[in-house]
């Protein structure tokens, strides 16, 4: 009886843990964006209209709307010519300059559809050789490090789990990088879930059932 009632427990506990955690994310992330003009929202119209009473949604409403017009403006000659005018005054800034430049061409790189930033899931042999680590390959290394290893390296980003947007970058010999046909969605379902999500297995060979990972098409 005690075992019925442990199995029908986790049951429950694995079916509502997910529809917790995806509502507590989705109501943090709306309070979050909604304080960013909210405060100052509500400040101005307690000030100029006496209402003292706090809006739910405005400062996020606000923002969109604020984010949606600047995409306008953008769009258009004038927002473009002001838009250069104002970067090429921030790129002399120290500093600040190289903060603007590396967010810009991290969003850039995430926002171009026909260069994704994360272009393959791979293995690498790591942290010793035997045991082989999850990755994402992100593109070639500088020249500087392959003229001075006098070989061809690239950029592996290899995120800590269940956090993927925390990790760290190792330039791995392309030879050593092994491929998988993975998709970079079941590639974050991977790290997310710690392993726990067994994937589909697909044409290229990988499945989760078993230890069987595809390396035919790795060397070159």
Request: without cysteine; hydrophobic residues 45%.
């Amino acid at each position: 009886m005690l075992k019925h009632l442990r199995n029908f427990f986790f049951t429950g506990l694995l079916v509502l843990l997910p529809i917790i955690i995806s509502i507590k994310l989705f109501v943090w992330g709306f309070e979050k964006a909604d304080q960013i003009l909210g405060n100052l929202l509500h400040q101005i119209i307690l000030r100029y209209f006496n209402f003292s009473k706090p809006i739910p949604g405005l400062g996020l409403a606000v923002l969109v709307i604020l984010i949606t017009l600047t995409g306008i403006f953008a769009k258009h000659y004038i927002g473009k010519k002001l838009l250069s005018i104002g970067e090429m005054i921030l790129v002399k800034i120290p500093i600040l300059n190289g903060i603007y430049n590396t967010t810009k061409q991290i969003m850039e790189s995430f926002s171009n559809k026909e260069k994704s930033a994360f272009r393959k899931v791979v293995l690498i042999e790591y942290p010793r050789p035997g045991i082989f680590s999850p990755g994402f390959l992100t593109g070639d290394t500088p020249a500087e490090a392959n003229d001075k290893t006098d070989k061809r390296l690239v950029n592996v980003f290899v995120p800590t789990s269940p956090n993927p947007t925390t990790g760290f970058l190792v330039f791995v010999p392309f030879e050593d990088v092994i491929m998988l046909d993975m998709s970079i969605d079941d590639g974050f379902k991977l790290f997310i879930s710690a392993g726990v999500i067994k994937l589909k297995e697909n044409n290229g060979g990988y499945s989760f059932n078993g230890p069987s990972f595809d390396r035919g098409d790795v060397k070159g």
